[in-house]
T-cell receptor, first 113, second 113 residues
Framework: DTGVSQDPRHKITKRGQNVTFRCDPI?????LYWYRQTLGQGPEFLTY????????KSRLLSDRFSAERPKGSFSTLEIQRTEQGDSAMYLC???????????FGPGTRLLVL | AQSVTQLGSHVSVSEGALVLLRCNYS??????LFWYVQYPNQGLQLLLK??????LVKGINGFEAEFKKSETSFHLTKPSAHMSDAAEYFC???????????FGKGTRLHILP
């Protein structure tokens, strides 16, 4: 069991650039979640998938954000036209099924200059 | 709506002393409650969870938490602190019918030698 992995671990970008993060869930986990954690705060839910279907999106997920899970395995989170306020840790989690324990990856820390 | 409040953003205890991290929840339905730990530059690790079975829940690393409905509390305790317990701890709640987890703002635990 290799756990949830995320890539990259760190990303520094300039305001206005696009960035994409990848999450590889635990094998055979059907559910995949994205959270955002800003400094001094707890993680905030962004969106989640059941296999390839995106089931819920938070109001935090503006139209500059898009998430996909094309084959029901790995997922990508893209942020277009990044803003300084997007600087945060982006966490991915996966679970075997509905209401099962969510296992978190190490996160991708984004800094927008 | 579900929410959790963690009392104290920073808690310091001496090595070997009792650890008590406080969490109060708000929920209109029976909640699922969690404690997660986050070490520096890492993702979240589940310490323990309450799912309406026993009110005293034992977790990993010697931690336990007691669900008290009358007080709407789910405080985390450990009898004897160890230096390796220094980390950020998050209390969280999830409704029984969906997967979104709502996290508190976190409590950073400092262990004094």
């Amino acid at each position: 069991d290799t756990g949830v992995s995320q890539d990259p671990r760190h990303k520094i970008t300039k305001r206005g650039q696009n960035v994409t993060f990848r999450c590889d869930p635990i094998s055979e986990h059907n559910r995949l979640y994205w959270y955002r954690q800003t400094l001094g705060q707890g993680p905030e839910f962004l969106t989640y998938f059941q296999n390839e279907a995106q089931l819920e999106k938070s109001r935090l997920l503006s139209d500059r954000f898009s998430a996909e899970r094309p084959k029901g395995s790995f997922s990508t989170l893209e942020i277009q036209r990044t803003e300084q306020g997007d600087s945060a840790m982006y966490l991915c989690a996966s679970s075997l099924d509905t209401l099962a324990t969510q296992y978190f990856g190490p996160g991708t820390r984004l800094l927008v200059l | 709506a579900q929410s959790v409040t963690q009392l104290g953003s920073h808690v310091s205890v001496s090595e070997g002393a009792l650890v008590l991290l406080r969490c109060n929840y708000s929920s209109s339905v029976p909640p699922y409650l969690f404690w997660y730990v986050q070490y520096p530059n890492q993702g979240l690790q589940l310490l323990l969870k309450y799912t309406s079975a026993a009110t005293l829940v034992k977790g990993i690393n010697g931690f336990e938490a007691e669900f008290k409905k009358s007080e709407t509390s789910f405080h985390l305790t450990k009898p004897s602190a160890h230096m390796s317990d220094a980390a950020e701890y998050f209390c969280a709640v999830r409704r029984g019918r969906d997967d979104k987890i709502i996290f508190g703002k976190g409590t950073r635990l400092h262990i004094l030698p």
